[in-house]
């Protein structure tokens, strides 16, 4: 094993370790906020990557502007979801198991929505910063990826501001903790519910943009990421939006490295394996204990 | 365009609408044949079945308008001694307990002659044991798979075994002179040919000197490159139903030779590799851009109905209803099983490959049936080499 290789299995670790960890965060972010399961999370993800491919190819927008619109319209999708289905199921004391079918049954029907509307094809966006790679002892890394990292600890840090510093982070946050309790205060509960599937659907969707660029969108791949996303956000503690990322990047970085270590054919044993001690360890997930004191 | 294509793929599950379906292009279709042949009387029924949902339809979708095109070229050429021929269509989405009981319903209810398909292998192992009960005649759009298949001597394959694709790899190795041998391969198709690969590789005289898999499906499998890249290979296998990997092999710029197996030939996967479809060379069959002489027929009638260039699975399909058609022609139409089975065993020259039916595999292709295309610019041109038999 040489140095390069340890190297290139750290690149491509920290890469998908910060796609997990978007996807997980936004997932995250719902749960603590509504204390649904978002099944759909990877088809955030979708929505705001074939918007985006939609804006810039068929509309023919700035590469800035179709991202944006792509982000957009994950939030929106995310508004639409909370104020369509979930306000509505939550009047009637649905329970978490009949959101958790909710969001399952939605994730199977964008998925087949956007097969309908867009095809089967798999579609690719330019890369952030050019095709240019940085190769760093015969390691090879795209700038589009340093872009994604770099784009990841951003949103990831903004989050962190988000909860701490803004007003409405922070009745999220107190009604999440304390629904009755923050209704007393004067927030609207029912709002910030809805802000918080705003902030998954613009997590998602920004993943779902950044992530198109190195492997490509298709009908098919919410699934996968939502996957992903689930277990980074499990590990990292369900309630914390920030442990998601820290349980994002171990992910990525266990998987990327049992390659290395063991073999490509042991891939998902070692780091699943690796996993359930975590969890056996940290029941409440690595940053669990921090989100219930709020994050 | 996408989105009839889509509506039309909605239709087939309903048997009867396809039924019609097909009928109705059938006539609207006629206009493109240049000589006309009258059939009259009852149809001869042919059942199919495809995967046009599901994880299969990269196969399916082309092997359903290899069938629907073949059906109006047998019809416009006399169909089975002047009965026109149906071809009954079903969609198994990917899964054979359907493509169990669609098979049942086509040979029960529909009292169908013969049965094309189905797209995967797992599907036509589960079919073909009411077809090897029944002694209907199966025409599978798959290469042999489990040691069960060569006890079913009517059940005929019209893709080359997977040892085939391993041989059709390692010749092209041997071509370029590559000795050292890299190879990166999924865990479901790629594990098939690998298992084949792995004996062969000793005989060519080649060392495989990294071999990495990644689950079906994989989002990323840049580790599982860069492995292959640090046992500093001559050449490289892609053994895989998916663009990611050759995406990958690019992006951390892998400079040897890349070959593709056959598995992933389809444009759907070629467009989605971007540009990184770029000097991959694939062992296959059906060079649309630059067709062989006796694929110019084929290829230019399904350019004139569908706008677009056919593959190997179209043709596969296209070959799949003809010698279905050719049997009962020589057979007679109402010929029971096991005659159209005997009419069968017997060299089939196809737009595919030439397929020799008694042969052992049921199948027959020899490797001189490949041609070696390579992608320029995410499009396929033909290279000269071609392996003699």
């Not at chain 2, 079945?49 to 069938?67: D, K, M, Y």
């Not at chain 2, 391993?166 to 041997?174: G, N, Q, R």
Request: a positive charge; aromatic letters at 8%; one cysteine or more.
């Amino acid at each position: 094993m040489t140095l390069s290789l340890v190297l290139q299995a750290l690149f491509a670790g920290v890469t998908n370790g910060i796609v997990y960890a978007l996807v997980g965060m936004g997932l995250s972010a719902i749960f603590k906020g509504s204390r649904v399961i978002n099944a759909m999370q990877g088809e955030f993800a979708v929505i705001g990557a074939m918007t985006t491919v939609l804006l810039l190819t068929k509309a023919g927008w700035p590469y800035a502007a179709a991202i944006a619109g792509g982000a957009v319209a994950g939030a929106l999708v995310g508004a639409f979801i909370e104020v369509a289905f979930v306000r509505y199921m939550a009047k009637k004391s649905a329970s978490e198991d009949s959101f958790l079918l909710l969001t399952i049954g939605l994730a199977l029907s964008l998925s087949a929505s956007i097969l309908y509307f867009v095809g089967r094809d798999g579609h690719l966006l330019p890369p952030l910063g050019g095709e240019g790679v940085l190769i760093v002892m015969d390691a090879v890394i795209q700038f589009h990826a340093l872009w994604l990292i770099a784009i990841g600890i951003g949103a990831t840090l903004a989050l962190r501001a988000f909860y701490h510093r803004t007003t409405i982070g922070l009745s999220m946050m107190a009604a999440s903790i304390d629904a009755d309790g923050a209704a007393t205060t004067g927030i609207n509960v029912a709002r910030m519910r809805t802000f918080t599937f705003v902030l998954g659907g613009l997590l998602g969707a920004l993943g779902g943009i950044l992530v198109t660029p190195l492997i490509g969108v298709d009908y098919q791949l919410g699934l996968n990421l939502t996957l992903k996303g689930f277990a980074a956000a499990v590990l990292g503690g369900l309630t914390n939006p920030l442990g998601a990322a820290v349980g994002g990047l171990t992910l990525g970085l266990v998987e990327s490295l049992a390659i290395i270590g063991i073999s490509s054919s042991y891939k998902d044993v070692v780091a699943f394996s690796v996993l359930i001690v975590i969890m056996i360890l940290m029941p409440q997930g690595i940053l669990g204990r921090a989100g219930r004191r709020g994050g | 365009m996408k989105f009839n294509e889509w509506e039309e793929r909605k239709k087939m599950s309903v048997s009867s609408f396809i039924a019609k379906l097909a009928g109705a292009t059938a006539l609207v279709g006629l206009s493109a044949f240049g000589v006309q042949a009258q059939t009259s009387g009852e149809p001869v029924k042919i059942g199919a079945i495809v995967s046009a949902t599901g994880a299969g339809a990269g196969l399916g979708v082309p092997e359903r308008n290899g069938l629907l095109l073949a059906e109006k070229d047998i019809n416009a050429k006399g169909g089975i001694k002047g009965r026109p021929i149906k071809i009954i269509v079903e969609d198994d989405a990917s899964n054979p307990d359907t493509a169990l009981s669609k098979a049942n319903d086509l040979i029960f209810g529909q009292k169908v002659q013969a049965l094309l398909g189905p797209s995967l292998t797992a599907s036509t192992v589960a079919v073909g044991g009411v077809t090897h009960a029944n002694k209907i005649p199966q025409i599978a759009f798959t290469g042999i798979g489990p040691a069960v298949e060569r006890e079913r001597k009517c059940l005929a394959h019209v893709l080359p075994p997977q040892r085939l694709n391993a041989t059709a790899l390692l010749e092209y190795a041997k071509n370029i002179k590559a000795a050292k041998i890299g190879v990166l391969h999924d865990a479901g198709y790629g594990n098939v040919v690998m298992a084949e690969l792995k004996p062969l590789a000793d005989k060519y005289g080649v060392k495989l000197v990294a071999v990495e898999k990644f689950e079906i499906g994989a989002t990323d499998t840049t580790t599982q490159a860069a492995k292959v890249k640090a046992a500093q290979p001559d050449a490289v296998f892609i053994i895989a139903t998916s663009a990611t990997p050759f995406r990958n092999v690019k992006q951390i710029q892998i400079a040897q030779p890349v070959i593709a197996a056959i598995g992933s030939s389809s444009y759907e996967y070629v467009n989605a590799m971007g540009p990184a479809a770029d000097n991959i060379v694939i062992p296959e069959f059906v060079v649309g851009e630059d067709p062989l002489p006796h694929q110019k027929a084929f290829v230019e009638l399904y350019r004139q109905t569908y706008n677009s260039t056919p593959k190997n699975y179209e043709a596969a399909a296209w070959d799949a209803a003809h010698i279905i058609a050719a049997a009962l022609n020589k057979a007679g139409a109402d010929a029971t099983g096991e005659k159209l089975c005997e009419a069968m065993k017997a060299p089939y020259t196809g737009v595919l490959a030439n397929y020799d039916f008694s042969a052992d595999d049921m199948t027959g292709i020899p490797i001189s049936s490949f041609v070696f295309s390579k992608l320029v610019g995410g499009k396929y041109t033909r290279t000269p080499f071609r392996v003699a038999q």
